[in-house]
């Protein structure tokens, strides 16, 4: 039995003990994850991991490229070793300061438009300094990349996490990270390759590579284009969140209304909250 067997076993468990409570009409606490854990994980869940492990990847492979360039950069522009040192720092600095303009973004727009955003930033960044005529020009480059880096690690997992069961999401996680890491192997790979093959351009031709990842994962984001369900709930907008839940059964093949107590919308159990200590649905 595999892990996602197991743990669909556990969810099914749960959420029938739920149900049988509901029909026993006793207070029985229902919130969102309640929800997600009758859903399960099926075809929407594993299109939200493959969008978050592109992303992972693209960033692993960045991250590593920059530092395999650094001596052929140093070389090209004469920096005497200081040039690395710099980037680092200074994109240190835009990572932090993007990380938290995102986070505002994400409260106030949800995580569609953030995530996408952010995605846009660091590949467009990464590609257009693989082309700077100048260091000065290569370090303001990446230094706009970095406003999107940790936005897009963040927002990324987070909404991953949002969409998956309790009992599963430290599992899938974890293969997040192991799929991210990746990135780093290709990205080793290329450089070994590039960059003793193409003296002059081959850690241009790596920076460039490196880039591709995270076009294809701004581009999976705008297909997979679905909001974040707390942040619609935070909102209070039910219908919506609604709406994406059940969106995400439909993936799964589950029939939410099985879920649900006779009369009861799902709107309005969303609306109660999903707090188990503090927001109950008394039947």
Avoid: H
């Amino acid at each position: 039995m595999t892990i996602q067997d197991r743990d669909q076993e556990d969810d099914a468990e749960q959420s029938s003990s739920l149900i049988d409570g509901l029909d026993e009409g006793r207070t029985v606490p229902i919130g969102m994850d309640d929800v997600t854990n009758f859903i399960g994980i099926g075809p929407f869940q594993w299109l939200a991991f493959m969008l978050a492990g592109v992303c992972g990847i693209g960033l692993n492979f960045d991250t590593l490229t920059i530092s395999l360039v650094s001596l052929p950069i140093d070389e090209e522009w004469g920096l005497n070793g200081v040039g690395f040192s710099l980037i680092t720092s200074l994109s240190g600095v835009t990572n932090i300061v993007g990380g938290l303009l995102f986070a505002v973004l994400s409260d106030m727009y949800g995580r569609v438009w953030p995530l996408a955003l952010a995605l846009v930033v660091v590949a467009t960044g990464g590609l257009a300094s693989a082309f700077a005529p100048s260091f000065a020009v290569f370090l303001a480059l990446r230094c706009y990349t970095g406003f999107g880096v940790m936005a897009v690690i963040v927002m990324s997992t987070s909404m991953l996490l949002e969409f998956l069961p309790v009992r599963s999401r430290g599992k899938i996680v974890t293969l997040t990270g192991v799929l991210s890491s990746l990135g780093s192997g290709v990205g080793a790979g290329l450089s070994w390759w590039l960059i003793p093959s193409y003296p002059r351009y081959g850690w241009r031709y790596v920076i460039i590579a490196s880039a591709l990842p995270l076009f294809l994962a701004a581009a999976f984001r705008m297909l997979f284009f679905y909001q974040s369900p707390r942040y619609l709930i935070a909102r209070k907008r039910y219908k919506d969140a609604a709406k994406l839940l059940r969106t995400m059964a439909a993936f799964n093949r589950k029939d939410i209304n099985v879920f649900l107590p006779d009369g009861t919308s799902l709107e309005a159990v969303l609306a109660q909250g999903t707090d188990r200590d503090q927001n109950k649905l008394t039947l």
